[in-house]
């Protein structure tokens, strides 16, 4: 027997974007505002941030399966502690929520600002206006507000290619020139070069090795 589907329920594409509005979008501001505090070593705490991500992401699928229904940290501390520090949970990750959605929007509204100068004056209450945008889309329904989520989770991925093509383009122009700094001869500076091109090759076919069907790889 088929489960049957509530209108409240997301398909898998639908919660794909809202966890990517949720924590995939923090990779546009966190590391600005690690690099104005432990400057060249934010590229570390980024890969800090990410080992700990991946852990969180094993631990989130062995509580899907043993909770199917849902309720994430509310089920399963309810499960396991009692009703009490259920909702202790459950309040914990809401003000989670608040806080990330804060911080969230007077970052991006920052990074706005940046580009229009006359911004600068209004975050707070643009800021504001932005989670109440949100606040409404979830009150009209789940589906809606994850709909626009999907919305904004694909316009990202087309500008994350187009600044990566963008970037490697520009590095393929400059990186020549970079290499030849040093006063290395020409043949030594073109070998160089050469193996800088394998190494970003070899980094592309490896990274699109999960996305290539069954046979074609």
């Given at each position: 027997m088929?489960?049957?589907?509530?209108?409240?329920?997301?398909?898998?594409?639908?919660?794909?974007?809202?966890?990517?509005?949720?924590?995939?979008?923090?990779?546009?501001?966190?590391?600005?505002?690690?690099?104005g505090?432990?400057?060249?070593?934010?590229?570390?705490?980024?890969?800090?941030?990410?080992?700990?991500?991946?852990?969180?992401a094993?631990?989130?699928?062995?509580i899907?399966?043993?909770?199917?229904?849902?309720?994430g940290?509310?089920?399963?501390?309810?499960?396991?502690?009692?009703?009490?520090?259920?909702?202790?949970?459950?309040?914990?990750?809401?003000?989670?929520?608040?806080?990330?959605?804060?911080?969230?929007?007077?970052?991006?509204?920052?990074?706005?600002?940046?580009?229009?100068?006359?911004?600068?004056?209004y975050?707070?209450?643009?800021?504001?206006?932005?989670?109440?945008?949100?606040?409404?889309?979830?009150?009209?329904?789940?589906r809606?507000?994850?709909?626009?989520?999907?919305?904004?989770?694909?316009?990202?991925?087309?500008?994350?290619?187009?600044?990566i093509g963008?970037a490697?383009?520009?590095?393929?122009?400059?990186?020549?020139?970079f290499?030849?700094?040093?006063?290395?001869?020409?043949?030594?500076?073109?070998?160089?070069?050469?193996?800088?091109?394998?190494?970003v090759?070899?980094?592309?076919?490896?990274?699109?090795?999960p996305?290539?069907?069954?046979?074609?790889?």
């Amino acid at each position: 027997m088929r489960p049957t589907r509530h209108t409240r329920q997301l398909t898998w594409f639908l919660a794909w974007a809202v966890v990517f509005c949720d924590i995939g979008t923090s990779v546009y501001y966190v590391p600005g505002i690690l690099y104005g505090h432990v400057k060249n070593a934010t590229p570390f705490f980024v890969l800090l941030t990410t080992g700990g991500f991946i852990l969180l992401a094993l631990k989130y699928i062995e509580i899907s399966w043993r909770n199917p229904e849902g309720g994430g940290v509310v089920t399963i501390t309810t499960k396991a502690f009692g009703p009490m520090w259920g909702c202790l949970g459950g309040m914990l990750i809401t003000e989670d929520y608040f806080l990330t959605t804060a911080i969230s929007a007077v970052s991006s509204f920052q990074y706005i600002g940046s580009a229009f100068p006359f911004l600068d004056n209004y975050i707070i209450v643009l800021s504001c206006v932005g989670v109440g945008i949100l606040a409404a889309l979830n009150i009209i329904g789940i589906r809606e507000s994850a709909t626009v989520a999907l919305v904004m989770a694909l316009a990202a991925f087309v500008i994350n290619l187009v600044v990566i093509g963008a970037a490697f383009s520009t590095m393929n122009a400059t990186i020549r020139p970079f290499l030849a700094k040093k006063g290395h001869a020409a043949k030594d500076v073109e070998r160089m070069h050469e193996a800088w091109c394998k190494v970003v090759m070899l980094q592309v076919t490896i990274w699109s090795r999960p996305y290539a069907k069954e046979g074609d790889w």
